[in-house]
């Protein structure tokens, strides 16, 4: 079961640079979600979606773009990469509905910025 | 906007030991879930335990177990009979209840804690 893919696992880019992160997931899930992981500020949520073609800004969302193209697949851009953009990126996905389910994670990006 | 808090940056507790990680939450919503998620040091999100709003219940998974407080907003999580596969960052998340368009999953700032043998 390959539940939740990201794409890549590692990234060095140099400041101005753009790239794509993508994530796919197999879980006929709704709801995907984009968050980034630094040092004591914990999991903070960047872009968000309940549906195809449907997105929200999270927290920090400032620096980034999103595209859900299809149920399966969503994919956080950066269009033009700095330093304050190294972090580890995580994507997730869950069934929205009714009850507290839970959400399933990617293995993460670590994106270093120079 | 709500905001998850976490104020225990850290801990560190014996093997065998019982030790209660802390979360305070702000929401003015009535119908919400709350979350504790493990992150060990291979990065894996693992959900522990979840707790919804409107149950009055405390929700418990074999040695985790929460205090919901709902007056309080506060979700604490206790874990008896510590292992030293604990030893993880430990995240509490918070999920407004809508019925139409997103949920939105919030974190709060993660406690690191150490299992010591």
């Known amino acids: 079961n390959a539940g939740v893919t990201q794409t890549p696992k590692f990234q060095v880019l140099k400041t101005g640079q753009s790239m794509t992160l993508q994530c796919a997931q197999d879980?006929?899930?709704?709801?995907m979600y984009w968050y980034r992981q630094d040092p004591g500020m914990g999991l903070r949520l960047i872009y968000y979606s309940a549906s195809e073609g449907t997105t929200d800004k999270g927290e920090v969302p400032n620096g980034y773009n999103v595209s859900r193209l299809n149920k399966r697949e969503f994919s956080l851009r950066l269009e033009s990469a700095a330093p304050s953009q190294t972090s580890v990126y995580f994507c997730?996905?869950?069934?929205?509905?009714?009850?507290?389910?839970?959400?399933?994670f990617g293995q993460g990006t670590r994106l270093t910025v120079v | 906007a709500q905001t998850v808090t976490q104020s225990q940056p850290e801990m560190s507790v014996q093997e065998a030991e019982t030790v209660t990680l802390s979360c305070t939450y702000d929401?003015?919503?009535?119908?919400?879930?709350l979350f504790w998620y493990k992150q060990p040091p291979s990065r894996q999100m693992i959900l522990v335990i979840r707790q919804e709003a409107y149950k009055q219940q405390n929700a418990t998974e074999n040695r985790f177990s929460v205090n919901f407080q709902k007056a309080a907003k506060s979700f604490s999580l206790k874990i008896s009979d510590s292992q030293l596969g604990d030893t993880a960052m430990y995240f509490c998340?918070?999920?407004?209840?809508?019925?139409?368009?997103?949920?939105?999953?919030?974190f709060g700032q993660g406690t690191r804690l150490t299992i010591n043998p």
């Open positions: 879980m006929n899930h709704n709801s």
């Open positions: 929401t003015s919503e009535n119908n919400y879930y």
């Open positions: 998340a918070f999920m407004k209840h809508v019925i139409q368009g997103a949920q939105k999953l919030v």
């Open positions: 997730a996905s869950r069934f929205q509905g009714w009850g507290a389910t839970e959400a399933f």
